[in-house]
Each structure stands twice: as C-alpha cells, then as structure tokens.
C-alpha cells in the first residue's frame, strides 16, 4: 500500500484495504465483533442483492465509508442467497486477541466460499452434484476437468471441437468454471455459470503435473491413465491450484483422478438433453422428467449418483448386464424393501467425509455419520450369500466399520449442538479431564446459592442477590437504601441507579476458578473432537469407498423397485444392430395421463433403418420418438425399461431435433435454431447412431421446407443410415420409402367419431390417409367461422392440385 494511502485511512481501513486487494473479484467479509462488515463497493453490491441496509462509518480519506453488514450467527443464509447469484465471498476472521493488539485485531481471510467449491450442508442442493470445472484451449482441442469438492470425485477429459465442449459443459452443469485469463473462453459458456479467469501459468503441464503428483503422492499420472490427455492434465492442475487457494487446508479426500472418454458413453448434446427432458422438463420442473419418475433412492448420494447415470449412460456391456443381474436378483430374492429399510437412515456419508476432510466438519455431521454406520451390518447381511457377482463386490466395498461406530458412539452425546464452539459435544465418560472441568463448573449453581446464603444471614440484608453478567463476571447486589450496610471487604465492582454491585475476595477466587474450568473445558472439548475427526482421518479412503458402495446398492434398489412398481422389462443387449421394442411406454407419460397408456412397437434394424413417421398434431408422434430414446437411454444405464420386450444392439450416440424456440439472446430464429440442429446431426451422426428428427422445414415456407425435409432425410436414409426416426407434416416424404430399401413409412392413427376427432395413439404400418389438421384446430378452440372458411378453402386448394396433377386421381 502506498504511503498516501497509509496517510489517508484510518488503520483498521488500510488493514482491509489490504485485505481486499488480495481478494479483488469477491465480496469481502471483514470481521468486527458480532458483525460480518462490508464496505465501498462490496457494501453497495451486498446491500442491492442481500436486501440490507446501505449505511456508512464514518469518513476514511476525508469521505463517507459505505457500510453494510450482517450479524455473525447469520452468515451462513446469506451467503446461500450470494451464491446462488453466482457471487464469491471472501470471509474474514479475526485471529488476534482484543487485549493485546496494538493497533488494529489481526484478521485473515479463512474462508472462501465460491459457487463450484462449496462443501457446507446448506449452501449444498441435497440430489445435484455442485461441480467446478476448468477449461483450457489448444486450437480446436480442448481439455476439461471438473471436481466435486463436496463428493471427492475428480475427472478430466479432452474433446474436439466447441459443439463437443458444449455438451460435456451442458451434461455436468458447473457451477464455476476456471480459464485461463488470457483466452477469450467466455462466450463459450451459459451467463447462469460463473467464468473466473486464472494466470496463464496455472495452466502449464510441467506445473499442473507437479502439484498433481503431489497432491496424489506418486511420482507420476500414468497409474490415472493421464499420460495421453495433456490438455486435460493441465486444466485438472489449474483447477486443484485454485481449489488449493480458496480452501485454504489440505484436501485428503482427492486421492486420485479419473479419465472419462467419449467413446465410452452414449454421447449426446446440449439439445438432446434438453428435449429428452432427462433432469428438468421444458418447463421448468423437475419431477416430470426421467430422472424424476426414476429416483427412488434413499439417500441423497444414491440420487446423485443415478443422475450422473442418466446424463452418461455407458455403452460396456459386461457392465451392463451386471446391473441386470444384480436388479434381477433384487426382485427375485425379495431384498427391495429390507434394502431400502436399512439405507434410508444412511443419509450423505459421501458429503460428510469429505466435510471431515476439509475440517470443516460439525458435531451432527459426526452424530449423522455414526447412525449410518449402525445401518451397515442390516444393509451388508441382506446381501450376504447371494448369486450376483455385483452384489458380491458391493458387500465387500461396504466395511462395517466398527472401530469407528464404538469411538464415535462412546463420544458424542445422542443430540450435539450445532457448532462445536457450544461445548455440550462430548459425552460424559469420554474423557476424564473433561469430566472433572465440567464437574467444577457445573457445581457452581449450586456453591452460588450457598453464599448469597451466607451474605444474607452475615450482612443482614435480606434484599441481597447474586448475579452474573458477561461484561463484569460475578457480583453481589444490594439496594442503594442499603449500602451502607455492606462489609469492609466488599468492593465496589459497578454503580447502577438503584444499586450497588460488589467483588469480594470469596467471590472473586471462585470466579477466577469458575471461568477457567468452563474455558478449560471448552478448550478440551475442542482439543478432543479435533482428535476424534484426526482418528476418522485415518480410515478416510475406507470410509470413501464404502459410501461409493451405498451410492451404488441406492441406485440398484431403486432400479429393482422401479422395476416391480412400473413394470418394467430387463432388455436383451446385442451385437447385431438392431433396435427393437414390443409394447413400449412413455414412462414419464404414463406416470401423468388418467387413461391407460397404449404401448406401441418399433423395429429397426439393419433392413429398416428410417421410419417415415405422419399422423395428425396431437396424435402422438413425438410421444412415441421420445420414449424410444429414453428406453435405450435407460438400457444402458442399467435400468429395466418400460416395455413387453427390448432386444437392442449398439449405439453411439442419440440426437433430437424436436421442438424449437427463438434464440433471441443469441440472436437466431427459430428457423435457424432448427437448422442449427439438424446440421449437426447430418454432419455428426454415424451408422450406430439413434437419431430423432420432428418437423424439419416447418420454420419457412412450404416448398423450402419440404425440399430441406426431403434431403435431410434422404441424406439419413441413404448415407449416415443411422436408426432414424422421421416425423413430418409433409405427406410427400412417404414417398420416400419407394426410393429407400431401409425406409418404410408408419403413423399414428386416429379416427372420426360422431364428428369428432378421436386420437387412438396406436403405431400403424404405412403412411396416414390425412392430417385432420383443421378438426385440431377445432379441439384448440378455433372459432367455428374461421374453421368453416378454412373447410372451403382446403376444399378449392385439393381441387386445384388435381387439376395441376391428373395422376393424383
């Protein structure tokens, strides 16, 4: 700081002008008693997104401070509504003692809280994973790596191509993600992430493999498999560097790293997700999605866990087929409800070590995780002795742990107070120190009453009292009317209106004893759990993959209950292509529509490559499109599927083009959102591909559009021959099935009853004999004029084309 500065601020605002200028991209706690202060900018952005009052302290440099603040027992409900603003806060403590310091307390930045780095229970959304990314760019090569702090999960992958980063970016939704300062990376990614530039040297190889090394112990990454991602290397490096910094303490709990390839996974984009509505619903909610309808987990790491599941379905079939097993016996050995009995008590195991990790961990997390592990042994022996090599393994990952369940049961007390700061942490037995501290402290209720006993009958003053307050410790009280008569060895402590306070020797020896003991025992106590979270430390990597254990055991038992509840089928996975379903169902449909669903059938394979789908608007189309991706999406998760039967061969990826809005921030119509989509997957799709396409063309005019619906899936049918499913309005399109060998054409039928349009929602072989789009607009409530005119100018238009087209008669 410069001496004009020095000269211009008091001392305590140089001492945070220092601290600020560390921390210039965050808000700034300043620790100063009872409150948590702000000041200058950070107090004017605080106050406008907190709600606070905007004041000021004083002047500094001959001008008004802005100030606001909020009260320390609060912080933490304030700093939930900053993050999820996408705001970091640097918080300030401080560390020095009043009494001594000359000058200014010594305060510390001991805490910073960011939106990818948070860890505290609530701060933390219970079923979604809070993840940080980084990101790093070498021409059209990006490396990506991402770390869930409060999990202790850590990957890295690379991938070409900014529509591939985009859809890694859109699977795992960051909460924050770390650049290099120096590239323009930011308009890569949505407004709603925070984007935090880091120096370039971060991002060095030779330094990121360092501090990995270091991190992990060993003297290099190819045990990781990292050897062959050095783009992903460096990003993994530069974000264990910025975690380093904010946390401010060691991190045992990232103890290694995984690689994630592409190739091992259904991949699928940004809009595939999105209009599959696999976690949020085009609306909005989360409950009508397939996540939603699926998650049946008891614990919040087995909900996580199923929807890591769900945005990257695997493609290994051993794996696979091990999920089917272990789901098959589940059901069969009748183990669902004990399972889900023991593990709805097991709560987030997987957020409290890491908690414990990090030393940030507090008495009820401590309390939480010994009731999970006296569900251990139920959860363990409902497994034992049963024919699923899955299973086997699991109950093996699962330790009992009982070493860990007797100390944590001998020292916490049944209910702990919030903080361990409270004292009351400890049970009584646990420590004999303790014990007698708490003894003498918890005797001078007692020993009090006894003296103001004795003062009365000593000094004849029956008004007498004894009391306490935190600013003047012990005291004895007598009325002004009375003072006179108060002993030679009374000391006058404290005038007050209507009375006198006194310290008496006595007095004063047991309050020097009192306090001490109560702050001896609470400094023991503190000494004792920091001991208790050293001993979990210990068997941390155990306790790590038993909880990696009960996530998994979750997410089965889910499948297996879903499976009874839902009547689900187990697929048949092959190597031939082919893709076919009997009977197959909208899980999340069916969950909302009051009348039974009607299952329909779909057979691809290598002579049917491209249904040519039509029917009336309403009728079901895209129903019947969606709940094919999301049956193959569940197969390869592991899941059973909504249908009679499901035999399916490899995919590499799905696509959707279904549904489109306005880009209006990006500045693209719908028209060229639509467009956008289908050239990726022209450009994009492969033989083992399962594409959906709905309506394509239907954003311009008649004629472009049909000659762009045409050729696009021409090229489909002809050249990519992915499984493809073609929806349209255009009736010309089923013409295609007389140029294509693997095109045929199908449509969802419906009928006219009595005048009125009746959707049957059933899949039938060839094309529709009509689109009934007038009678649908009629059920939309379409005036019945303007549906008449339109009845008579559909009548002239049909006359027109078959004067124009004699063979259409």
């Known amino acids: 700081m410069s001496s004009k500065v020095s000269q211009i601020h008091t001392p305590m605002m140089q001492q945070y002008l220092r601290i600020k200028g560390d921390y210039p991209d965050m808000l700034v706690f300043y620790r100063m008693g009872d409150f948590y202060e702000l000041f200058f900018d950070d107090a004017r952005r605080a106050a406008k997104l907190l709600d606070i009052t905007l004041t000021a302290r004083g002047k500094s440099g001959g001008n008004a401070i802005p100030m606001a603040g909020v009260p320390y027992h609060a912080i933490e409900g304030y700093l939930a509504k900053l993050v999820r603003k996408g705001e970091s806060v640097a918080i300030c403590e401080q560390v020095g003692d009043p009494a001594t310091s000359k000058g200014p307390v010594e305060r510390k930045v001991m805490r910073v809280v960011t939106p990818g780095t948070l860890t505290d229970e609530a701060l933390l959304a219970e079923s979604r994973d809070n993840l940080v990314a980084a990101v790093i760019q070498e021409q059209d090569r990006f490396g990506l790596a991402w770390l869930d702090l409060a999990g202790g999960r850590f990957r890295l992958t690379e991938v070409t191509g900014s529509d591939a980063l985009a859809g890694e970016i859109e699977r795992l939704r960051p909460a924050e993600i770390i650049v290099d300062e120096e590239q323009d990376a930011r308009q890569e990614f949505r407004d709603s992430i925070r984007v935090t530039g880091r120096p370039p040297w971060h991002f060095d190889l030779d330094s990121a493999t360092r501090l990995l090394c270091s991190q992990f112990q060993t003297r290099d990454l190819s045990g990781f498999g990292c050897e062959d991602f050095p783009l992903g290397s460096a990003a993994a490096g530069a974000l264990l560097q910025y975690v380093n910094d904010t946390q401010k303490t060691a991190l045992p709990h990232l103890t290694s790293i995984t690689v994630e390839q592409l190739a091992d996974a259904l991949v699928m984009d940004g809009p595939t997700r999105r209009n599959l509505e696999l976690e949020e619903s085009l609306t909005g909610h989360h409950e009508l999605t397939l996540a939603g309808v699926m998650d049946h987990c008891q614990s919040p790491m087995g909900s996580r866990l199923l929807k890591r599941w769900i945005q990257r379905p695997l493609r290994d079939v051993t794996t696979l087929r091990g999920r089917y097993q272990a789901v098959q016996t589940l059901t069969l050995e009748r183990l669902v409800e004990p399972l889900q009995t023991a593990l709805h008590g097991v709560g987030d195991v997987e957020r409290i070590l890491s908690r414990i990790a990090l030393r940030s961990a507090r008495p009820r997390d401590l309390r939480q995780l010994l009731q999970a592990i006296s569900r251990l042994p139920e959860a363990r022996g409902a497994i034992a002795d049963i024919d699923s090599p899955l ?156 909880a990696a254990g009960l996530a998994e055991l979750d997410v089965l038992v889910c499948f297996a209950e879903r499976a009874e509840t839902l009547n689900l089928c187990q697929p048949e996975i092959v190597n031939q292509p082919c893709f076919e379903i009997r009977g197959g169902r909208h899980l999340v449909v069916e969950q909302v529509i009051e009348t039974p669903f009607v299952a329909n059938d779909l057979d691809l394979n290598e002579q049917r490559k491209l249904l040519v789908i039509t029917g009336p608007n309403m009728g079901g189309k895209s129903t019947y499109m969606r709940q094919a991706a999301l049956i193959a999406i569940l ?35 719908t028209f060229m959102v639509e467009m956008t989509e289908t050239a990726t997957i022209l450009n994009n799709a492969t033989e083992h591909s399962l594409v959906l396409m709905d309506e394509i063309g239907r954003g311009t005019s008649t004629y472009d559009g049909l000659s762009l619906a045409w050729a696009a899936a021409h090229h489909m049918g002809e050249n990519v021959r992915a499984f493809t499913l073609f929806a349209t309005h255009y009736f010309e399109l089923t013409a295609l099935a007389g140029e294509l060998p693997d095109c045929e054409n199908v449509h969802l039928d419906a ?51 078959h004067e124009d087209n004699p063979q259409a008669q």
């Open 751 to 801: 009928t006219e009853h009595k005048g009125q349009l009746v959707f049957l929602h059933a899949v039938k072989a060839g094309p529709a004999n009509q689109s009934y789009g007038l009678q649908v607009a009629a059920l939309a409530g379409v005036p019945g004029t303007v549906i008449r005119r339109a009845k008579s100018y559909l009548t002239l238009l049909e006359t027109h084309q």
């Open 391 to 546: 299973l086997i393994s699991l109950r093996a990952q699962i330790q009992g742990h009982p070493r860990q369940k007797e100390l944590l049961q001998k020292a916490l007390v049944d209910n702990p107070p919030m903080l361990i700061r409270d004292g009351g942490v400890i049970a009584e037995g646990f420590d004999d120190e303790l014990d007698e501290l708490r003894s003498i402290a918890s005797n001078a209720d007692q020993y009090l009453l006894d003296l103001e006993k004795r003062e009365k009958e000593r000094t004849g003053i029956a008004t007498l009292k004894l009391g306490y307050n935190r600013v003047h410790g012990y005291f004895i009280e007598i009325s002004k009317g009375q003072a006179d008569k108060a002993p030679a060895d009374y000391v006058r402590r404290q005038t007050l209106k209507g009375a006198e306070r006194y310290i008496t020797p006595e007095l004063k020896e047991f309050e020097d004893k009192v306090l001490s003991a109560r702050e001896r025992a609470l400094s023991r106590e503190k000494y004792l759990y920091e001991q208790l979270i050293e001993s979990l430390l210990e068997v941390l990597p155990e306790m790590q993959a038993t």
């Open 635 to 669: 197969a390869h998760i592991g899941s059973f599927v909504p249908a009679e039967h499901l035999r399916i061969g490899p995919i590499d990826r799905i696509f959707t083009r279904i549904g489109a809005s306005d880009d209006l921030a990006g500045g693209r119509s």
